[in-house]
């Protein structure tokens, strides 16, 4: 770990507020260490047992700052008590990155029915209440009631055990294992999403199902290349499992065996079906079948067939970053299939129709009319539908005559402990909670305990991540990755 100059406002003002040295940790190979082998992230260690957890901060240049977070004012800046201070310290907002609120952590979330996505990449958790030709109301337990335009509304996913989802995030790198290759890590965590910007794995063991459906939005740049593991019997790499190679032009899916080395069971050649900005990816596997299937943006690419035993002992994924190439993933869920397959492609549904797909796979399209006392009602071209939502897996909104909010430069984004977020401009942040206002909702005053961290300038932090990955890619040597 390497410790570097603190920027001078931070140096300034502790040196004012206390004769203490200030304590300002730069990681440049953040997250923080771990023991070897396999690098597993955690929130604390057992030497710190009884210490009081404390809040991160960190600035634009990458300086670290550990201490408790008072209180945020647009106009005077961030209130900030440090160990190293006898008074609080303020610091200008337009030089934050983030703050990792550990101090803040409420004792237990209450558990929420829905999760609705918005159309600027907001996810809110809670219970919907109505739905109607006008706005969504939806129950929160951080924020009240709040009330969302529909056109602001992109989808709603129940969060029903009977959605079968087993695995939802990443919140952080907590639980995953990133084995170390040659003189750095392979793997960061970042705004929400596994970043890979070296040769190297990370897995996690997630309890895959015997049918299943792996899920995640990706941004692949450089050599476009990326491993994708799943029933690995070992989180640290790929071992026995299957394991599917993308990139823009071709697919490829192989089996793997410590013992018996790979077997390839076909590749297939595409036309650039990974989008530049933001691609989805789905991967279904059924062992009663022996067939994987590969979707991107809801379109089946290609399916496999294993004419061999199913090699799927094992419950782990893996990703592996390919020499060159950069990799964002984010919005990773995992979850029960019921090995049924709808090869029905949905790209072209009309954009000014509603679309719910139903927990066994089928899928309607029609006017979402309302939602009241727990059921959707659909209408379709062949029925008035009444389901309830239980049965539902997902609904999306049509997109014709959607509307999103409108971005602004002084905009935070503050994400839930159970996952999602929302972008807001703030009013105030202070002991009895968090007052902001958007387009999404208006304006809400959040619990104190309502987040798990908060990011600010998230124009210049965007820059400064496109500016990294292409950095990192011309900077990666593709032939020297032992």
Known sequence: MKIRAVTIAALLALLSAASAPARIIVDESAPEQT????????????SGADEKPQDTLSFLNKDQLHGIL????????LHWQSPEAQDPIIFKTGELSEIKLDSHKPANTPNSSERIALTNGDEFPGNIVSLDDKALLLDTWYAGRLSIPRPMVRS????SDANGAVYQGPASLDGWTIPRVGAGRSWSFSDGSLVGTNFGTIGRDVDLPANSNLEFDLILRGNNQLGVG??????????????????SNYVQLQRLSRTGGPSDLGNAQTDNILRHDKSHIELRASKE???????????IIKEWNDPAEFNGDGSNIIFSCQPGTYARISNIKVSKWDGKFDDTDNSGAPVDQDSLQLANEDRISGRLDSIQNGKAK???????????LERVAQIEMATAHSDQAKPSPSDIRAYFPQGGSVT??????????????????????FSPGAFARITFNLPAQQQAQE?????????????EHD
């Open 289 to 299: 079948k022996k067939s994987i299937w590969l979707l991107v943006d809801g379109k």
């Open 378 to 388: 659909l209408a379709s071209s062949y029925a008035e539908l009444e389901i309830p």
């Open 35 to 46: 023991p070897e082998p396999g690098i597993r992230s955690t929130e604390s260690d057992n």
């Open 467 to 479: 500016s990294e990955s292409n950095s990192d890619i011309d900077s990666l040597d593709p032939g």
């Open 424 to 445: 807001m401009q703030l009013t105030q942040w202070g002991a009895k909670g968090c007052t902001g206002s958007s387009p999404n909702f208006g304006k809400a005053t």
């Open 70 to 77: 008072l209180s945020i004012d647009p106009d005077t800046g």
């Open 156 to 159: 709603i996913t129940p969060l």
């Open 230 to 247: 799943i029933y690995s019997d070992r989180p640290d790499g790929f071992g026995n499992c299957y394991m599917l190679l993308l990139s």
